[in-house]
């Protein structure tokens, strides 16, 4: 029954907390609509990614070609080109171990190079609506069949079309990943708007915004490249100058962009949404904390190199895993996997990053609020770990590939960097400031956060007047809920 009772009454605290006037609940109400306008927005993109991502996979497949096979792709000058590669281009020390397999315009027939013809065979497969099969060829390559099963129409793709395919087929697969990652970001936005309520924490709202600013940027872009893969495949495979000259990718690029605008448009009025509530947020929170007690000059300056700590470890915790997620996955499953020969200290180097982020956000989390020299000395050691060893990851030729290969992860890595790197010098600066009254500020605040809330809920007391409707009284505490109340409650 205690437990019961406890959780009930964080239960009415947090309630409360999210109902506490109009611009805590529409910041609430408006977080939660859009994680669910964009869960679902990024759910039928990743949808349509995945629908045609397992299409280039099976044609890729019974097509029997090598899993070490990969494209790369250039446009520069109007020039439409596709090499094939077997290896990653700055791993090779005997030159460029990529071939030239295609360009646009080009009046000699398009032949696969003898090293990467296929060595495996494939079984046919079923997807919705479509039988795929394949039909080997004497030279070891395969035809591979499109056969309708509404309408027993059939396509056949030439060895050279499916080798041509391997461009899409990367690029769909990195896009998959892409989703997965947005969706994920979607949850972690609203989990520091609620966070941000609970704790009346000024740096979660500050990083939601920043966060907010961050993805709208991304989306703006990541419309302009759909539109831009858009162009490359009308010249690499849908023109009636290419090996294929097949019209495969229309219908998702139309689904693909008209969804992608109505994602700028809800992140774009999200995002000024967004600064007007959080500004309103930011005014109460803050008023209610200077209202109490006065900081001097001084005190203000190290507070607001306070808020940049913690903003700074809000924005790098979830950015940081990503990076190192989108990293593994590319190790185990991406076309480098084959090339990398240091699989198992990358996989070590990601393990020890992930076990010491937990205890790397609490370090900066408590040392900055209380001023603990040698858990901020322990703090500045893991962020410097963190930097150092991810920027020696710099020195593997695979990892600069992949950098260099997909945006996405080169904006997620750079960013996640950026964070790391403000998270660093913030503290330091910090550090330098420690003993001019930030702790004991704080640490008097607090006293009057505690005294005016109490330590369980006063029951409410309603009084009726003739010239008023009923009027409601509650006195509140979420001490008792607030396990980091020292870092954030009023202030943070």
Same mark, same amino acid.
């Given at each position: ?183 994920? +970001?979607?949850?972690? &936005?609203?989990? #520091?708007?609620?966070?941000? /309520? ?7 709202? $500050? @990083? !939601? ?93 190290? +507070?607001?190199?306070? &808020?940049?700590? #913690?903003?700074?470890?809000? /924005? ?7 990076? $190192? @997620? !989108? ?114 500020? $704080? ?50």
């Amino acid at each position: 029954m205690r437990l019961t009772h406890r959780v009930w009454q964080i239960a009415n605290a947090v309630y409360l907390r999210i109902t506490l006037n109009w611009v805590t609940l529409s910041f609430f109400v408006f977080s939660f609509l859009y994680c669910f306008a964009q869960g679902l927005l990024q759910s039928f993109l990743y949808n349509a990614d995945n629908s045609w991502s397992a299409l280039t996979s099976d044609i890729v497949a019974h097509a029997q070609i090598n899993s070490t096979v990969f494209t790369q792709y250039t446009g520069r000058h109007g020039t439409y080109r596709l090499d094939l590669c077997n290896q990653v281009p700055l791993l090779s020390a005997s030159g460029d171990p990529c071939v030239h397999f295609f360009t646009e315009g080009q009046s000699e027939p398009v032949t696969i190079p003898s090293r990467f013809l296929p060595s495996s065979d494939q079984r046919d497969a079923t997807l919705p609506d479509l039988r795929i099969s394949s039909q080997p060829r004497p030279d070891g390559s395969s035809d591979v069949v499109l056969s309708s099963t509404v309408n027993n129409m059939s396509i056949t793709i030439d060895p050279v079309c499916s080798y041509t395919l391997l461009y899409p087929h990367a690029k769909l697969s990195q896009a998959r990943r892409e989703d997965q990652s947005l969706i994920a +970001y979607q949850f972690w &936005l609203f989990g #520091l708007a609620v966070f941000a /309520l609970v704790f009346e924490s000024i740096p979660h709202t $500050l @990083a !939601l915004v920043i966060a907010r600013v961050t993805i709208t940027g991304w989306s703006t872009y990541s419309l302009w490249r759909s539109t831009n893969i858009d162009d490359r495949l009308h010249h690499v495979i849908q023109n009636a100058d290419t090996p294929c000259h097949l019209n495969l990718f229309s219908g998702y690029f139309d689904k693909r962009i008209k969804l992608q605008i109505a994602d700028l448009v809800l992140h774009c009025t999200a995002l000024f949404i967004s600064i007007f509530l959080s500004w309103r947020l930011y005014l109460i929170y803050r008023t209610h904390t200077f209202s109490r007690v006065g900081p001097p000059k001084n005190v203000l300056r190290m +507070y607001r190199y306070f &808020l940049a700590v #913690l903003v700074s470890i809000q /924005l790098s915790l979830f950015i940081l895993v990503t990076a $190192l @997620a !989108l990293w593994v996955d590319q190790l185990l499953h991406g076309p480098i996997r084959k090339f990398s020969s240091r699989t198992p200290v990358y996989g070590a180097t990601f393990i020890l990053t992930a076990v010491m982020l937990i205890p790397w956000l609490t370090m900066g989390w408590f040392s900055v609020r209380r001023e603990w020299r040698k858990l901020t000395w322990a703090f500045l050691g893991t962020s410097c770990f963190f930097i150092f060893t991810w920027m020696m990851m710099f020195c593997s030729p695979v990892y600069r590939f992949t950098f260099i290969d997909w945006p996405f992860f080169g904006c997620v890595t750079g960013t996640s960097f950026v964070s790391l790197i403000f998270s660093t010098v913030f503290m330091f600066i910090c550090l330098r400031n420690y003993g001019e009254g930030l702790a004991q500020w $704080l640490y008097v605040e607090d006293a009057f956060w505690e005294d005016e809330f109490e330590a369980d809920l006063i029951p409410t007391q309603v009084t009726e007047t003739p010239h008023t409707s009923k009027s409601l009284t509650l006195t509140l505490s979420l001490s008792h809920l607030d396990p980091f109340k020292d870092n954030v409650g009023a202030v943070a």
